[in-house]
């Protein structure tokens, strides 16, 4: 039964963070798309940092976990007995934490974003944002929810 409920809690973590994105999209590499961050300059690499703070501070890891709880609890199936549902909040609340989700949406944004991207991120709505940075952040999305499910998938023993 522990299978089952990490199934469903991981199903939830995608519907949560990713909007429905074609298949093809991995295929064409919108997934892994920007120079990596130890390829990156110096100044790159300030500037990148002074991003990604920017992105943390406007979007606390603390304020998403608070939305991913609230949100995965309700979503859970009220055909699975209140103990697993218990047992199941609780395992997300204990593994997944704020510092975890911070290094989780780090290391997404200096894998699929430039700091000029980050920062058009911070500035504009999803709906002003063009095509190709609303593949990008529907893949950044993706990403983090799949590493949220690897995480809860290895810990749940």
């Known amino acids: 039964m522990k299978r089952v409920t990490c199934c469903v809690v991981v199903v939830l973590l995608m519907a949560i963070f990713v909007r429905p994105m074609h298949v093809n999209a991995w295929k064409n590499g919108a997934v ?7 390829l990156l ?3 790159q690499k300030k500037e990148m940092d002074q991003a990604v703070n920017m992105y943390l501070d406007k979007n ?7 939305y991913v709880y609230s949100t995965v609890e309700k979503a859970l199936p009220l055909s699975i007995p209140e103990t ?12 997944i934490t704020a510092d975890i989700m911070k290094k989780m949406i780090s290391a997404g944004l200096r894998r699929n974003f430039s700091a000029d991207e980050i920062c058009a ?3 504009y709505d999803e709906s002003q944002l063009s095509d190709e940075l609303k593949k990008k952040n529907d893949s ?5 929810s799949g590493e949220i499910g690897l995480l809860l998938a290895a810990t749940s023993g």
């Open 140 to 144: 950044f999305r993706l990403e983090i």
């Open 60 to 66: 606390p890891p603390e304020r998403i976990l608070s």
């Open 84 to 95: 697993i549902r218990q047992k199941a909040i609780n395992h997300l609340r204990t593994n």
């Open 121 to 123: 991120l911070l500035q």
């Open 41 to 43: 300059t110096d100044d």
């Open 32 to 38: 892994l798309q920007n120079v990596h961050y130890t």
